[in-house]
């Protein structure tokens, strides 16, 4: 009862996206409600991975927008005619170029919103409507829970109480304009960072909003190198 992971590392491979959403027992057919306790219900037609990825909105690095173009050898703009200095190619060049070629079809604002998504500039949790919404409704969840069932859920509550919280602290603090600047003063104390050992990415720094202290120690598996994560 595990997830199995698949991963697709070429371009027409013959895999197809099949867009669908979750449907309750009581919106399915009635022969159907008895035997599952969830539906999935197919909202349009099968669309190639790539495709699909890119109307989603995912973000591409500019390697991965060239390794595609290997690929799909779609036309750019003319030596001098990008975006950039000179009228170099630029990233947005090569997100509007592949969008261009895939969605000839589609409107003007559809290309847009999906350069956009290539560009990283439509990632949700930029939005800060979304991730307070999104922490209030898990918040609610996590309260409407039996206490032994609450334990599974207990670190992406700590998370959407540090977002609510971050949100708190962005409405109550007052805008000042027209200060002068002044020295940037290093607030954690040198005691603290002399805690650390001295490997590379070990590092103690305070969070500004929440006014507490996050370690960062670099430590080894047999995988390689990760970070661990801890408050004080």
């Known amino acids: 009862m595990t997830p199995i992971w698949m991963f697709n590392e070429s371009i027409g491979a013959g895999w197809l996206h099949v867009p669908f959403q979750l449907r309750h027992p009581a919106q399915m057919p009635s022969d159907l409600r008895g035997e599952h306790v969830v539906g999935l219900e197919q909202t349009g037609p099968p669309e190639q991975l790539l495709n699909s990825a890119i109307r989603a909105g995912v973000f591409l690095t500019v390697p991965q927008l060239k390794s595609i173009h290997d690929i799909l050898k779609f036309n750019m703009p003319a030596p001098n005619g990008g975006h950039g200095k000179g009228g170099r190619w630029t990233k947005l060049d090569w997100a509007e170029c592949l969008v261009a070629h895939l969605f000839d079809n589609e409107s003007k604002e559809t290309q847009l919103d999906m350069v956009r998504g290539i560009m990283g500039q439509n990632w949700r949790h930029l939005d800060s409507n979304l991730c307070s919404k999104h922490s209030a409704d898990i918040i609610k969840a996590f309260n409407g829970?039996?206490?032994?069932?609450?334990?599974?859920?207990?670190?992406?509550?700590?998370?959407?109480?540090?977002?609510?919280?971050?949100?708190?602290?962005?409405?109550?603090?007052?805008?000042?304009?027209?200060?002068?600047?002044?020295?940037?003063?290093?607030e954690t104390p040198q005691l603290l960072q002399d805690l650390c050992p001295l490997m590379q990415g070990c590092r103690i720094s305070r969070h500004p909003a929440l006014k507490r202290y996050q370690g960062f120690y670099t430590t080894y598996n047999d995988a390689g190198a990760f970070c661990l994560f801890f408050l004080l």
């Open 145 to 186: 829970l039996e206490g032994g069932d609450q334990k599974e859920f207990t670190k992406l509550m700590a998370v959407a109480m540090d977002e609510m919280c971050l949100k708190e602290k962005r409405e109550t603090k007052p805008r000042v304009e027209g200060t002068a600047k002044k020295e940037r003063q290093h």
